[in-house]
Every structure is written in C-alpha cells, then in structure tokens.
C-alpha cells in the first residue's frame, strides 16, 4: 500500500463545469504524477509535480491545471469539462533514492456529460 | 516523439499455457523499462530494468531488456486464471521528475 488516496472515486458531472480531483498521500513523497487513461492509449501523463508549488506538463495538459499547495495534496482541475475529457484519472506518486518505480492510487472515473 | 509500443494488444490462452508480451521503445534519455500488471484498478509494480540482459524473475513472471535493439519481454509460464489483466510497458526517462512513457497495454485472458 502505497498510502495513496484518490477522491472522488466516481464522479459524472456536465460539459461546462468546473472539476477537481483530489490525491492525497501519506509518506512525504517529494514527485506526484496525474495521468489519464483511455482505450487505446494506455496513461499519458498530464500533469507531475516535484515538491510544493513546483509543478510542469506533460504530454496532455491541455485544458488541466494542477495545484499542490502541500506536500500531501495534489489536485487536479478541469477549468471548464468537455466529454474528450471523459476517463480514468491515475495519480501515482515516486520514492525517492535509487531504482524506485512509481506507485499508483486506485483512479476516478469521470464522466462528462 | 517517445514512443512505447507493446504486441499482442490482446491475447488469449488456456490455463496452464506459457505466454510472452512484447515491449519495443523509442524513448530520448532512456533511464528504465517497468512492467505493471493492472486488473480492475491500480496498475501494480511487477519488475524495473536497467541493464541489457539480466533477467528479473519472480514466481512464474520474468522479464528481460535489450537496451540494442531496444525492447523487453515479459514471459508468464504455467498461466493461471489469476493472470488474467491488462499488462502496462513503461519507460522511465531521465531527468528530475523522472517521468514514465506507457504503451497500450497488453490484454491477457485466461481461460481455465
């Protein structure tokens, strides 16, 4: 167990409207990472952060912003929802020191209507 | 443009088989090559790769990078229904944040 919790685990919400999700973590970690996955592409990387306030793009950041304002949180918000926005958001986060692979919480299903 | 890109999307088999996903990489600044199995939520770590022809191995699983021609193999032997899960290749690039390149994943099903 990663201590990785993401929230809400489900949400359907209409084209439009502002929406944010929540990763929270319980180990410190310095990087988190917010990835979404659709069929098809496996995840893509969205947005990633390496330390409070310190946060950069990734490959599909387009219409995402992400704030982390704690080392604990890391939110991700879709300013305005579109359906192409409709997926499966992952937030993983990395220990730090030597060969560590990333870790994954359980996801949010979004549903754009 | 980094590109992961695995064989056979899907795949299935009967239990008992022996099977092996392909993973071919186009990756600048390559660090590692990680395998995660995913079945209904979170992708889990099964192996990281670092060096060219060293296999990792756990139970029934192993895995095995050739940093030449640029791919890795991820063989399951003895399959179990408990197999059955969406297989994710992933490269890590260098740099600070240390980011990872999925492919699409591989679809294993298992049939007893």
């Known amino acids: 167990d990663a201590g990785i919790t993401q929230s809400p685990r489900h949400k359907v919400t209409e084209t439009g409207t502002p929406v944010t999700l929540r990763c929270h973590q319980t180990?410190?970690?310095?990087?988190m990472y917010w990835y979404r996955q659709d069929p098809g592409h496996g995840l893509r990387l969205i947005h990633y952060?390496?330390?409070?306030?310190?946060?950069d793009k990734g490959e599909v950041s387009d219409g995402y912003s992400v704030s982390r304002s704690k080392t604990e949180d890391f939110l991700l918000t879709l300013e305005s929802a579109t359906s192409s926005q409709t997926s499966v958001y992952f937030c993983?986060?990395?220990?730090?020191?030597?060969?560590?692979?990333?870790?994954f919480g359980d996801g949010t299903r979004l549903s754009i209507l | 443009e980094d590109k992961v890109v695995q064989s056979p999307l899907s795949l299935v088999v009967h239990e008992g088989d022996t099977v092996t996903l392909n993973c071919s990489y186009e990756?600048?600044?390559?660090?590692?090559l990680l395998w995660y199995k995913q079945e209904k939520k979170a992708p889990t770590f099964l192996f990281m790769l670092?060096?060219?022809?060293i296999e990792k191995k756990s139970g029934r699983l192993s895995s095995i990078l050739d940093k030449k021609e640029l791919f890795s193999i991820l063989n399951i032997t003895a399959t179990q229904t408990g197999d059955s899960a969406v297989y994710l290749c992933?490269?890590?690039?260098?740099?600070?944040?240390?980011?990872?390149?999925f492919g699409q994943g591989t679809r294993l099903t298992i049939n007893p």
């Open positions: 993983a986060i990395r220990p730090q020191g030597g060969n560590q692979p990333q870790h």
């Open positions: 180990e410190n970690h310095r990087y």
């Open positions: 952060s390496y330390g409070v306030k310190d946060t």
């Open positions: 990756v600048t600044n390559f660090r590692s």
């Open positions: 670092t060096s060219s022809g």
């Open positions: 992933a490269v890590e690039t260098r740099g600070g944040a240390q980011k990872l390149v």
